[in-house]
């Protein structure tokens, strides 16, 4: 058995993973996956990535694209959801602030630097005209980090998947009041360097089993229920979510990334003329 440790946050994107190891996918393939969650996203995970704690990772596309232009020794090995995210932009409830235009200057609560809240919060504070400084930015470390600095402190911003903090905003904690959808895929898988240099074939074995469970996915009741089961969505907001949701595990294309790039290097989120491939 080839063993493979991998990562991924606990949303219900990454089910097809889960659904593929209750089967015994991987072990039939000679893969000893070891899965791990992580609540903190994907900065967490690429720290995780850099430090050997982990050999493939599934990431939000701006979080992964960053920080492997910034140096990160890992590479973009594969698309996982090649449909966009949809990032709710949230305030306290108990706040006054209603509407989009009235965010301008409000600091933001990211899980951490280099993680997709944060680089989705720049993108962000950049259609209101600001771009905000470090003090700007409220590090609360996950979802839950988030909700509690809600209910206590000056007002915040957290942008996050919106059908994940649902919850939230159903129990009076945080208000929606926007939402942006970015022109690219909303999560990649990703490998350490040094891992794929000595382990290409299993890398290759993994995503194969992971796109043949992808495929061979119904959506039905079944799918919908499973859905439900892992998320703690509602009925109707399962299926409200499925009908956003695309997997995909495909090579992933330079053209595909184009705009995220370009944003990137604009909000100086990476270095002018890093030219560090992301892809494999």
Known sequence: MNPLRIAGVPEPYNLPWHLAMEKGLFRIAGIDLDWHTV???TGRMCQM?????LDMAVLV???AVRDIRNGGPHRVVGTFVDSALPWGVHVPAASNLHA????????????????GSHIMAMIHAER???RPAEKDLVVVHNMRGAAERMQAGPPVIFLWETYVTAGYVD?????RVDELRAPWP???IVAAERFLRNHQPVV???LAVLRAEIQGMERGPHLVELVMQNAGFTEARAKEWLKHVHWAVDKPRPASFGSLVERLRRLALVPEHANLPFLV
């Open 39 to 41: 609540h903190e996203g």
């Open 49 to 53: 990535l850099k430090d050997d704690e």
């Open 61 to 63: 596309s701006e979080g």
């Open 100 to 115: 989009p235009g009235e965010l301008r200057g409000i600091p933001y609560a990211i899980s951490r630097l280099g993680s």
């Open 128 to 130: 209101l005209g600001w």
């Open 171 to 175: 129990q009076g904690i945080m208000r």
């Open 186 to 188: 909303g999560f990649v």
């Open 204 to 206: 290759n074995n993994a």
